[in-house]
């Protein structure tokens, strides 16, 4: 989820008054907004995100327009915005990108910005509001990636290209000496960070301007020069690459609308493609790109369970800020340029949810009659449970996930029916656990402390390989149990097996247990039941009590309950 | 007063009944009136003095001979100088070797017995090296003959009570520990007189009057049923607060019992249990759920894939199709879908289950119409392992579709797990956001012990979830956080320890 942190005045200042905590905790929810702390020394609010396909909401202006409009109703209009039949005034002002560019990141689009002085803390909540579309919503940047740059020192048109990452060189942001695009791969933090997305490709996306001045090296870094915004600048370009045009149009146009709340005009800003697109080959930015959608009163009604009016609707969609209207049963909304995230009518619904008021929906039971019935292995487990706490057994319940050390050297085993992950976080867990046996040898290692005798078991899931399944695995309900005393054998666990069986009214006959280096040899059996193995038990081998740091003897057993269900 | 007369001991009671108010007690005066061996005595008087019912008047170091095995037999069978002598009065004179034999004697002990008696004039050597008579008996040899004839009596004598001779001739006889063949042990004792305080007096009193005579049986045993004996007296009441041993039941673990608390609570409630394998694929465990492939939650950081098997065979129809054609496009749920193209490998790739709500999509293939379902399912989390984090936990999720369910039947839901599980006091709804849900919500509760919380997430599946796996039904979904309600009923607050090892740990682990 992602987390800002806007200084209080900012945040009060879109708001356009003061709000105590206790009110920011009231209106939240309508933003999906959560209240995370408020550092009342540092002015500081802390605010989590909920909603992860909102990115219009993940900066202080964004939250603070949602709020605003709930409480007013009224929604805020943008008059920078061209479509394909109203294009503003761009003022010689364009980016062209080049088709050296396709395949490696498409597009670059852009827009300019002025009449405010940044001071530090704007200057850090809009460089906030750019690393959390970057990182989030441009998957760390490599979907979106944003430079803003000191507008009064480009000469336009900007170029956006792919070159020779060798022989173009400038001097990085950060950085005083000038280093060619792959050298800032390797030696810049950011090149570290950033560089791998670009850097299988045998040319580098570049942006320059008309003067052949570098702004940067997208997504990985902007000049020193151009691209080095400080306090006290006013005019800002603020550009966006990656392959995929709608997730830039919309970074775009969040961006200006946060920046025109902030107090900024918006500076509209051409767009030149090198290929078709839904929006032809040029484009004035910000653009609105979002089209209509609708959903039916009936979807309204069947969905919230209350039969609201087109006109409750239409109100409840304002304080969503979502111009609506309706027509024979249809809810129709005109997309707000921040947002795009309407994929259904239901999102529709979800709006007119919030709008209405969470509050003014009654709670009523489903009316549906249905059985409760508990699955057939807790029914079976539960017996088998019963049966083992009666024979003195203490429950235990264990992690799946494990070390190789534990799950299979310990156990002596091969570890051929083991189920490893691909990636695991660290050693100890890497492997699912293709047994209940070494869980129970954990225990017995780390409780020499606990009176003797130790009983205990565990009904549980483990992972084997088995190829005739689909996936090329099982997940096993198992039965584990293992018992340490001074005087434990083999006609102990057999005793168990025996008596357990009984009460389960299952037949079964046991062969004898031959190379499983678990037990000791000649002291193991396997439980055969319906002509299948279902299990093993038998005196545990000391080779692998030495493995657990084990002194006591002991024995174990094991038994697939799914097959025994069976 | 405080003190229960029937908690008191036997020992105790016998004692308290058989001594006078006033009067010295001692070791001495209980052994020979009650018979009690000194342990017992002992136990009694510290018993008693603990209960305030006794106090020390006294204590006087002493010094006893008690006397040995060695010196019964030496009573009955006389002295060696005294066999000695007699012997050779009635056979005339024998060599020492000849007098050892005859007496069965160490030859040591004859020759220590001669010499003593030919310094006092009693015996001599003639020329044949024989011993024999010369005189009479000497007198030291009769005071010991006397010493230990007294001492037969009670078993020991006090050093005060013998004279200055007696103490001269009983000290060869005696050595301080130890050495059986002496016929004295040479024991120092404190002699510690007792007397029955005011709390003892009113005890004693109490005992006599509640009719307590410390003869009331103690165990019955099997032969005082047989033969009826026990109908000859009455039962010795035990102190009932005595403390326990301990035990060690066999025992359901505290978490699993909780679980099946909450399963059963959902069974009572019209919910069917659901249940499936730890491997998943990227289909089910998000394809299925309209999280689109390039979602951050499906990052290589957030998901454990599996090694081997990389991918899964194949993944059902008609399902891929239709979910592969909802995520390009809508396919005919009505939505624009997310409009990217969808990866037919990546689909296959095989992971650790990471959310129950897969198993919600799993179902939805085979349920019933109306139908409840939940599961309580183990989830991988590819997360740093720490108070609040496990690498696996249990995820409580289901579903319930309906002809006609919605919004307001979702709330009701909601609020009947807050209330039936968690004991909620306040219900609070807020929007929430899941990928698979529209409209999502939160619920939050006030419990009544940890405040308020978010109890879990719910809300509507989105048509292209449904649709693409056969369900025209709205379907509501839940999930339920209830660990933290776990750690509270087992007083823990680290979700590490729900899974310990520690046997110790988890043998005196209780629910609350």
Same mark, same amino acid.
């Given at each position: 989820m992602p987390k800002i942190e806007v200084p209080e005045n900012i945040f009060y200042e879109l708001l356009g008054k003061r709000m105590t905590d206790d009110e920011l905790l009231d209106i939240f929810p309508v933003a999906k +907004? %959560? #209240?995370? =702390?408020?550092d009342t020394e540092g002015h500081v609010i802390k605010i989590e995100l909920n909603d992860t396909n909102r990115p219009d909401l993940w900066s202080a202006a964004g939250v603070a327009r949602a709020l605003k409009t709930y409480q007013s109703g009224k929604i805020p209009s943008y008059g920078f915005f061209s479509t394909k039949d109203d294009e503003k005034p761009s003022d010689g002002r364009i980016v062209i990108d080049d088709e050296s560019a396709i395949g490696i990141r498409d597009y670059s689009i852009g827009f300019a910005a002025k009449g405010r002085t940044v001071d530090d803390e704007l200057l850090v909540n809009l460089i906030q509001s750019q690393e959390k579309l970057c990182t989030n919503f441009g998957r760390k940047r490599k979907t979106i990636a944003m430079g803003i740059y000191r507008s009064e020192l480009i000469k336009y048109p900007v170029h956006y290209a792919a070159v020779d990452p060798d022989s173009t060189k400038f001097v990085p942001l950060g950085m005083t000496e000038e280093l060619s695009l792959r050298e800032i791969c390797e030696k810049h933090p950011k090149g570290r960070d950033y560089g791998h997305i670009v850097s299988s490709f045998p040319r580098f996306p570049y942006l320059y301007d008309d003067n052949g001045d570098t702004l940067s090296f997208p997504p990985v870094i902007n000049s020193a020069r151009i691209g080095a915004v400080e306090v006290g600048d006013s005019d800002f370009f603020i550009e966006v690459s990656g392959p995929i045009l709608d997730d830039l149009l919309l970074a775009v146009s969040i961006l200006a609308c946060d920046m025109a709340d902030m107090g900024f005009e918006i500076l509209p800003v051409k767009a030149r493609f090198a290929k078709d697109t839904p929006y032809g080959r040029e484009i004035t930015v910000p653009y609105y790109f979002q089209k209509p959608m609708s959903a039916s009163l009936d979807l309204v009604h069947q969905k919230l369970g209350e039969d609201l009016s087109e006109n409750e609707c239409i109100e409840a969609l304002a304080r969503m800020g979502v111009h609506a209207s309706a027509k024979d049963g249809m809810i129709t909304v005109e997309v707000? %340029?921040?947002?795009?995230?309407? #994929?259904?009518g239901v999102d529709i619904v979800e709006d007119i949810m919030i709008g209405h008021g969470l509050g003014n929906f009654e709670p009523v039971m489903p009316a549906d009659f249905t059985i409760g019935r508990l699955s057939p292995q807790e029914e079976f487990s539960r017996k088998v449970k019963g049966i083992l706490v009666g024979l003195g057994f203490q429950e235990m319940m264990y992690n799946y996930l494990g070390s190789k050390r534990e799950y299979i050297d310990n156990m002596h085993v091969s570890g051929d029916e083991a189920v490893f992950i691909a990636n695991p976080m660290s050693e100890n867990y890497e492997v699912i656990r293709p047994s209940v046996l070494p869980c129970l040898l954990e225990s017995e290692s780390v409780s020499g402390h606990a009176v003797y005798p130790h009983n205990i078991f565990e009904i549980g899931k483990i992972t084997v390989k088995d190829p005739s399944d689909n996936s090329g695995t099982r997940t096993v309900d198992s039965l584990g149990f293992f018992s340490s005393n001074a005087a434990v054998g083999y006609n102990d666990a057999a005793s168990y097996i025996n008596t357990l069986m009984y009460f389960l009214r299952k037949e079964y006959t046991l062969a004898e247990a031959k190379d499983d280096p678990r037990f000791i040899p000649g002291r193991a059996a396997e439980i055969i039941y319906k002509g299948e193995k279902v299990g093993v038990f038998g005196e545990t081998h000391p080779q692998v009590l030495e493995s657990w740091g084990c002194s006591m003897p002991s024995i174990m057993a094991e038994i697939d309950l799914d097959k025994l269900m069976a | 007063m405080d003190i229960d007369v029937k908690n008191l001991h036997p020992l105790e009671v016998k004692l308290l009944r058989f001594v006078k108010p006033g009067e010295d007690i001692t070791e001495e005066s209980i052994i020979s009136g009650l018979g009690y061996k000194v342990g017992q005595c002992n136990q009694a008087f510290s018993w008693l003095s603990a209960k305030g019912c006794l106090e020390e008047v006294s204590r006087t170091k002493k010094t006893i001979y008690e006397m040995t095995d060695t010196g019964r037999s030496m009573k009955e069978e006389g002295l060696p100088a005294e066999r000695i002598y007699s012997f050779l009065g009635e056979n005339g004179p024998h060599t020492m070797p000849e007098i050892a034999e005859a007496l069965s004697l160490e030859k040591s002990d004859v020759g220590s017995a001669f010499g003593l008696l030919s310094s006092k004039g009693a015996l001599k050597l003639n020329e044949e090296r024989k011993a024999e008579k010369a005189g009479d008996l000497p007198e030291e040899i009769k005071v010991q003959r006397a010493v230990l004839d007294r001492a037969a009596a009670s078993g020991s004598l006090e050093e005060g009570e013998l004279s200055a001779e007696e103490r001269k001739a009983i000290a060869p006889l005696a050595k301080k520990r130890g050495a059986s063949s002496s016929p004295f042990r040479i024991q120092e004792r404190e002699v510690v007189v007792y007397r029955l305080t005011s709390a003892g007096e009113e005890t004693r009193s109490a005992v006599i009057e509640a009719n307590i005579t410390g003869e009331e049986f103690g165990v019955l045993t099997p032969q005082m049923i047989q033969t009826g004996s026990w109908k000859n007296g009455s039962f010795r009441p035990y102190g009932i607060n005595a403390p326990t041993s301990r035990l060690i039941p066999g025992r359901r673990n505290a978490y699993s019992e909780y679980l099946q608390w909450v399963k059963d609570k959902l069974i009572a409630l019209g919910f069917e249990e659901f249940d499936g394998p730890l491997v998943e694929n990227e289909f089910w465990n998000g394809d299925a759920l309209f999280m689109p492939q390039f979602h951050s939650a499906r990052d290589i950081h957030d998901v454990y894939y599996v090694k081997d098997p990389v991918h899964a065979k194949e993944i059902e129809e008609p399902w891929l199709s239709q979910v592969a054609a909802t995520h390009e496009n809508g396919w005919n749920t009505g939505s624009r879908g997310w409009g990217y193209a969808f990866d037919h490998e990546f689909t296959r790739r095989q992971v650790l289950r990471s959310q129950g709500t897969v198993l919600s999509a799993h179902q939805l293939t085979k349920a019933h119409i109306p139908g409840k379902y939940f599961g309580v399912v183990r989830c991988f989390r590819y997360d740093q392992v720490d108070a609040t984090h496990g690498a696996d936990f249990y995820q409580t999720e289901g579903i319930v579709i309906g002809k006609d369910v919605n919004l307001k039947n979702l709330l009701g839901l909601l609020k009947m797990f807050a209330e %039936?599980? +968690? =004991? +909620?006091?306040e219900v609070k709804y807020v929007p929430g956001y899941f990928p698979f849900t529209e409209p999502s919500i939160e619920v939050h509760i006030k419990h009544p012990v940890l405040g308020w919380f978010e109890l879990g997430g719910s809300g509507i599946f989105r048509p292209e979830v449904t649709e693409p796996l056969g369900i025209k039904e709205p379907v509501l979904a839940w999930g339920l956080g209830i660990d933290r309600m776990a750690l509270m009923h087992l007083g823990l607050n680290d979700l590490r320890e729900l899974f310990t090892p520690d046997i110790e740990s988890v043998r005196t682990r209780r629910g609350n």
């Open positions: +907004a %959560e #209240l995370d =702390g408020h707000p %340029e921040y947002r795009n995230d309407f #994929l259904h | %039936e599980i +968690a =004991g +909620a006091e």
